[in-house]
């Protein structure tokens, strides 16, 4: 079951919303916690075991560490085991598919193998909520929650739970016992859910079929135009899917009176790589700045150490997506330019026009999701190839003309959503012509959730790209 599934959006949220709001204030945790894991164990009855069990695992952990609060050695013996179990969980689900092949490939004539079973659905964002919980528990920047089920809330609320927004727990341990809904609140949360709901469904599912053609078609064969609308495809199906798919988590907090962190911030309008990260995954690149970076040492131990703890932490982030391959090139790569423009790029870019530094970042992320989207390193570099003209095709053939006359109004559409334009033009609106404002907003409310149903209704649920990760 997804968000934008017609079994979630027509019968789980209404049921659920609907038994929250009616039950008194002390039994809300409890029809939540429920909800969060019949909504899990509906697309995996098998993993919501392993949920329960670490959820179950990092109270007890809470509780010891806190226990022996006193005893420094048996403290830091019961926070190195919680880790050490948590990473291991991790590590195992996520990485023992791609480590078997790895030693397949190196030891040549011995065969290892697993039981061939799926990745559990947002382990890579659950296991990261119990990590910081414990962290911020040993070294004393949150309370200990001594209410199991507001524990398990943290970690099983089925809006962050399966592709985040990573969520902080002292950010929201104030929220778990004491929070309220309001009618703007919801109003606000339904708004918020349906624009994601259309990022996810108009604009997302609408370039599957052209980054799907054009990345799996034969390298030799693909005109120059083509290639650069398939990679330019795929940044937008994926920041439209993903950010999509945060506003309809936000959103949903905002309906039961959570208010869940921000994850993107109009990326495309970054002048610098540096600036691109921090309005692109955000929560998830604070999160390693807070506990990985700063635990090293971060800027403040000399150039050396800054340099490696730079590359520790891209290292880190690449991991946490998977150990292909892609995701180690891409992590060098985003390091090499980071660090370029640290030491030199930064000062020039800062003398250029905006729309000069917004156009070279831009650039750079198509680089960076050409070597994302590529397992091989032949590969990423046939596709560059492909992009500047170097496989011996045309600039563009009949193919591009027709991808070109199907997907030219979404790709616009993207382009115009991607960035501040639509946004600045509503809060204009809103501040000039408040009257019109305030019925105009919930009829395109409506016309977005009606045209989205009908789409879901004529076409395929495609599952959102970060339930891979």
Wanted: hydrophobic fraction near 50%; charge should be positive; charged fraction near 15%.
């Amino acid at each position: 079951m997804t968000f934008s599934g017609l079994t979630f959006l027509y019968l789980f949220l209404p049921v659920f919303l609907g038994v929250y709001y009616l039950v008194p204030k002390r039994a809300k945790n409890a029809v939540l916690m429920v909800a969060s894991l019949l909504f899990y164990a509906w697309g995996e009855p098998f993993y919501v075991i392993l949920l329960i069990n670490l959820s179950i695992a990092n109270y007890i952990f809470g509780y010891l560490i806190c226990r022996f609060q006193e005893d420094k050695t048996l403290k830091r013996a019961f926070f190195v085991i919680s880790l050490a179990v948590n990473l291991a969980v991790f590590a195992s689900c996520k990485f023992s598919p791609d480590l078997v092949g790895i030693l397949n490939r190196m030891i040549p004539g011995r065969l290892f193998s697993i039981p061939q079973l799926a990745l559990p659905l947002g382990l890579s964002f659950y296991t990261i909520s119990c990590i910081s919980y414990i962290v911020d528990l040993y070294t004393g920047k949150c309370k200990r929650q001594k209410n199991f089920i507001r524990h398990m809330v943290y970690i099983t609320m089925f809006p962050k739970l399966l592709a985040g927004p990573v969520t902080l727990y002292r950010d929201i341990e104030s929220q778990l016992g004491d929070r309220s809904t309001t009618i703007d609140g919801i109003a606000d949360g339904i708004g918020l859910f349906i624009k994601g709901l259309a990022k996810k469904v108009l604009l997302a599912n609408n370039l599957s079929a052209l980054t799907t053609g054009v990345l799996s078609a034969p390298i030799n064969e693909l005109p120059v135009v083509t290639a650069w609308l398939g990679i330019i495809s795929c940044i937008f199906q994926i920041y439209f899917d993903f950010s999509g798919y945060t506003d309809m988590a936000r959103g949903l907090g905002k309906m039961i009176g959570f208010d869940l962190p921000r994850n993107f911030r109009t990326p495309f309008v970054a002048t610098s790589v540096t600036d691109f990260w921090k309005r692109w995954n955000i929560s998830l690149v604070s999160w390693m700045r807070e506990y990985v970076y700063k635990p090293l040492g971060g800027n403040k131990k000399g150039n050396l150490y800054t340099l490696l703890n730079g590359l520790i932490f891209c290292l880190a982030v690449a991991f946490w997506h998977g150990l292909g391959l892609n995701f180690q090139m891409a992590a060098l790569f985003y390091f090499a330019v980071l660090l370029l423009e640290r030491v030199l790029l930064g000062r020039w870019l800062k003398k250029l026009p905006e729309f000069v530094c917004v156009l070279y970042t831009f650039f750079v992320t198509i680089l960076g999701f050409v070597i994302i989207t590529h397992d091989s390193y032949l590969g990423m570099h046939n596709y560059l190839k492909a992009m500047f003209g170097l496989v011996g095709q045309p600039f563009y053939n009949t193919e591009t003309l027709y991808y070109l006359t199907t997907y030219l109004v979404v790709l616009v559409l993207c382009m115009l959503c991607s960035n501040n334009f639509l946004k600045s033009r509503v809060e204009k609106m809103q501040k000039f012509y408040p009257k019109t404002s305030a019925w105009l907003t919930p009829v395109c409310q409506i016309v977005l959730m009606v045209v989205s149903t009908a789409y879901l209704i004529n076409s395929p649920n495609i599952p959102f790209i970060m339930f891979q990760i």
